[in-house]
């Protein structure tokens, strides 16, 4: 379990990484779920360069969740 929690960041770091990202990107709302997943996946390459997440596919997954999100709220708008 120690490796796990020395591999992985924790939620206040991701969440500091993610706020980081959020203002890089002009603080403008609507990508929120896409700066976490960045603000992890980044720090978990830092933590752990060699792990099992490669880059394009984090960058589909960050993608499929944006699309799905963006879906969901036009039926909710509508």
Do not use: F
């Not at 969440?15 to 990508?31: F, K, N, S, V």
């Amino acid at each position: 379990m120690a490796e796990i929690d020395q591999a992985y960041p924790t939620r206040d770091q991701i969440e500091r990484r993610a706020y980081e990202i959020y203002l890089e990107r002009g603080g403008t709302d609507g990508d929120d779920v896409a700066d976490w997943l960045n603000a992890e996946w980044e720090l978990t390459q830092a933590e752990n360069p060699a792990g099992s997440i490669q880059m394009e596919d984090a960058e589909k997954a960050i993608q499929e969740i944006l699309d799905n999100s963006r879906a969901v709220a036009a039926r909710a708008g509508s």
